[in-house]
């Protein structure tokens, strides 16, 4: 988790289905669908009606509407970085068992100068970890039909113990935009 140089971008543009599912279950390979629900209708009708059944049930947010969405395919032993993320966020898990490690907010775990250049987006989501910050933490091992979401701007990292099919998505809420605001 302290070795960010690990993540290696490739193009399998040349590649069918069947040899991508081969890599993502012998190798070390991340598979992102960005915008699914741009891409899909149903997709983008199931995550509003989501949105807004939370919105109803949420009397501390406000206005909550679905930000993105990617779909997630990797393969065991991946990991997500730690990092924190300008949008609140939520990861629907549906296949396979991962880890996270939600860390709490504070100025040694993410300083607010970092914070401020993530929302402005002077720089990308990642922050400088420790394998110490993991005594902070709190974790959790999702099975598929697992939901996790954690306080806006969160620092957290996932590993993937097993083949993983999720889904993230982001929301904005009234509250979460003027927070954001504040910070840029």
């Given at each position: 988790p302290?070795?960010?140089t690990d993540w290696k971008?490739?193009?399998i543009a040349d590649s069918n289905g069947a040899e991508i599912m081969e890599a993502v279950h012998k190798g070390r390979f991340w598979i992102n669908i960005i915008n699914i629900d741009k891409a899909d209708?149903?997709?983008a009708d199931i995550l509003q009606r989501i949105y807004s059944n939370i919105s109803k049930n949420s009397s501390h947010l406000t206005d909550i509407k679905s930000g993105y969405s990617t779909?997630?395919?990797?393969?065991p032993g991946i990991q997500v970085y730690y990092h924190l993320d300008a949008e609140a966020n939520?990861?629907?898990h549906l296949k396979g068992q991962k880890q996270v490690w939600v860390y709490p907010k504070s100025e040694e775990l993410s300083p607010q100068n970092e914070l401020e250049k993530v929302i402005a987006?002077?720089?990308?989501?990642?922050l400088p970890f420790k394998k110490s910050f993991d005594d902070a933490a709190e974790t959790?091992?999702?099975?598929?039909g697992d939901v996790l979401?954690?306080?806006i701007h969160s620092p957290h990292r996932v590993e993937n113990l097993t083949v993983n099919v999720s889904l993230t998505s982001s929301y904005y809420s009234n509250e979460n935009r003027l927070l954001n605001a504040v910070h840029c």
């Open positions: 302290e070795d960010y971008g490739v193009h209708k149903r997709c779909l997630i395919i990797s393969s939520m990861l629907w987006q002077e720089k990308d989501e990642d959790f091992v999702l099975e598929g979401t954690w306080p």
